[in-house]
């Protein structure tokens, strides 16, 4: 049987803490639409979620950041290339910021990062990843050109899939803000 090494060990008991720390201690999760919005708009105004601190905005995250990452891996990941560094780092970085800052059931964070107009988690942490880069690598952040791009694609993407696809049936819904 392999040993762990240290670095392995330390990473162990210091991340497994926190995860723990950080899961949803409610006994059950929201069964109706108006459970979850009752549950997001109380998740959106508190500071902390099950022990963890969560930003208010993006200044608040990078703060959070460099906190909680060290020198070492900070400067790691800013000689990464930006693409590569969201690539590589979506499943385990992100990963991170979308269970500890609860980008699925709502947080302050979450709730910013809307009304910057990314609605997806998924798309919230690689956001984050990718703004964190720029920051660490005394770049203009251009949130809204970002946004633009962002927004592009996703209209690429969503015609690529129109022209793939059947239309079985259109309908509207309302959207509750």
């Keep these: 049987m392999k040993s762990l090494s240290v670095f392995s060990l330390l990473t162990l008991f210091i991340i497994s803490p926190l995860l723990i720390q950080a899961q949803d201690k409610d006994p059950k999760p929201p069964s109706t639409e108006e459970e979850f919005e009752k549950k997001y708009q109380k998740n959106i105004k508190k500071e902390r979620l099950h022990g963890v601190y969560i930003p208010k905005d993006l200044a608040d995250a990078f703060i959070q950041l460099n906190i909680l990452i060290d020198k070492s891996s900070q400067s790691k990941f800013k000689s990464m290339e930006e693409a590569e560094a969201v690539k590589k780092l979506h499943f385990s970085f992100g990963r991170w910021i979308t269970h500890n800052w609860s980008l699925y059931s709502g947080s302050r964070y979450s709730h910013y990062v809307k009304s910057v107009g990314i609605h997806h988690p998924e798309e919230m942490a690689s956001f984050t990843i990718l703004m964190y880069h720029r920051y660490l690598n005394k770049k203009k952040l251009d949130v809204k050109g970002y946004m633009e791009d ?22 509207k819904r309302k959207r509750k803000n």
Excluded: W
């Design 150 to 171: 962002f927004k592009k694609k996703k209209e690429e993407d969503k015609q690529k899939k129109l022209k793939k696809g059947k239309v079985l049936e259109t309908f």
